[in-house]
């Protein structure tokens, strides 16, 4: 069975791992300016208080990991009143030591574990914004397993390194996002695959990008009428069906493009388009480029180090 959230993921090509830790004594707090990278932390031990823009204050405790996609502003203190200082997310990402915030002998009142890695896809805006803007999954094991792998890997130069960083990124990825696949998600992806009747139709449209599906094909599908499937798809998913087809046709065009594996005609068959004249109109009024344009600039791109 075709897995929409794994497909995502594949696409997104997340790579470049960088881990640091974090700590944290009263009292302290600290304001991160918006980042744009996707950043993941796990708290170790203790408790402290993340405030990210345009989302709920919550409460971090031991065990808990929080995943930003696209890493806005935040700011993250402990409880006794502090005024936060300012600090520049790039700048910080370069720093080798545990990162100390607050007093600066004695325990800390929390250690985290923080990082970051970067989306090599070249569609990664899209995929992303089909994303929730903060996950927060709270006592899971594995994922504190996950994070401690990956802070191993990336702190040695082991042969296979850059292999074993993306691999273990997409499972952290895949792991903490399917937490949430509720229908209680923020509207995305995550949600419509969290609803039983949307997500056979979604998975009907990555199973087969190529069918000329309409919107009464895919209502059945749903099993839902054709109104009801496209106000319950919107809703949840955040565009309409047909719009969200064209975006997930026109990324795997984007991928087929890079890879240069194959020629436009075929790219052309595998989404959906019966002739490579109709797909060069489509994705050059996506795009704003002709696909063999858009190929010749742009290609997968090699691991570093490889």
Known sequence: MVDPLSEVISLLEPQAIFTKGISG???WAVRYTDFGYPSFCVVIEGACRLAVDGQQVVTLQAGDFVLLPTTPGFTISGFEHARPEHIDPHMAASAEEE???GTQSGPPSVR???GYFVFGGEDSGLLVSLLPAQVHVRGVERLSVLVKLLTEEAAQQRSGRDLVLSRLVEILLVESLRLIQ????PAGLLRGLGDIRLAEAIRQMH???ARPWTMAQLAREAALSRSAFFDRFTRNIGLPPMEYLLAWRMALAKDLLRRREIDIAEVAERV??????TFSTAFSRYTGSPPGRYARGTS???LAGS
Do not use: C, F, Q
């Open 99 to 101: 990162i100390r915030h």
């Open 182 to 185: 509720t229908r209680d998600a």
């Open 207 to 209: 199973a087969n990008p």
């Open 112 to 114: 985290l574990l923080g």
């Open 25 to 27: 004594a009263e009292p």
């Open 300 to 302: 997968v791109p090699a």
């Open 272 to 277: 959906g388009y019966g002739s490579a004249s």
